[in-house]
């Protein structure tokens, strides 16, 4: 079975600060890996997906994730923070075997402050 | 193109009562999931299907039930709902592959008194 862990339920950060948000999954296959954003009282939104090749995977909005086998994290950053990047950020894992669930993490909340 | 739309919105029940989720999409995905959204606990899967007329059991399918009639409709049922089933509710659809992200509805949020 898969899990997918997100370490930090709240992140303060200054704008135009980098941050950093943690997930580490586990699993017994192969899987692939995404970060969803939602912002308040909407759907989630697709941010960036490893599949697979180049561990360093870039997405919308600015940000960026890479992919560490021997670490088991996927963790999602960005240079310079924006007010407007305030939201939920939700890591997720598909495994590759052909149950195709799709598990989420608990989810980040990012406050950028002023 | 819609994408995922979910009925209703917006919902407030009595326990006891029941109640169906509709979702629909409109993109012919093979896969669609129901998910429970909960403050701390992230969003846990409910029910998902893997093609039309197939279902199988998430993470928490205890109190729901799901059918998957039409390749575009997934619906979840309460069948007698409690409180602890307060909570916004997601659907998604994907592709068939693993490869593939999912596209969400913009959610249920449902209430029980």
């Known amino acids: 079975a898969q899990s997918v862990t997100q370490l930090d339920s709240q992140v303060p950060v200054f704008e135009e600060a980098p941050v950093e948000l943690r997930c580490n999954y586990s699993?017994?296959?192969?899987?692939?890996l995404f970060w969803y954003v939602q912002y308040p009282n909407q759907g989630l939104q697709l941010l960036l997906k490893?599949?697979?090749?180049?561990?360093l995977v870039k997405g919308i909005n600015g940000f960026e994730a890479e992919f560490n086998k021997s670490q088991t994290s996927f963790h999602l950053r960005k240079p310079s923070v924006h007010i407007s990047d305030t939201a939920e950020y939700f890591c997720a894992v598909s495994d590759n075997s052909g149950t195709y669930k799709y598990i989420f993490g608990t989810g980040t909340r990012l406050k950028v402050l002023a | 193109n819609a994408g995922v739309t979910q009925t209703p919105k917006f919902r407030v029940l009595k326990t006891g009562q029941s109640m169906t989720l509709l979702c629909a999409q409109d993109m012919n995905h093979e896969y669609m999931y129901w998910y429970r959204q909960d403050p701390g606990m992230g969003l846990r899967l409910i029910h998902y299907s893997v093609g039309e007329g197939t279902t199988a059991k998430g993470e928490v399918p205890d109190g729901y039930n799901v059918s998957r009639l039409k390749k575009q409709n997934f619906l979840l049922g309460l069948e007698s709902a409690a409180p602890s089933q307060t909570s916004v509710y997601f659907c998604a659809s994907r592709l068939q592959t693993g490869s593939t992200e999912a596209f969400f509805g913009q959610g249920t949020r449902l209430t029980v008194v």
């Open positions: 490893y599949l697979s090749g180049s561990t």
């Open positions: 699993s017994s296959v192969s899987v692939y």
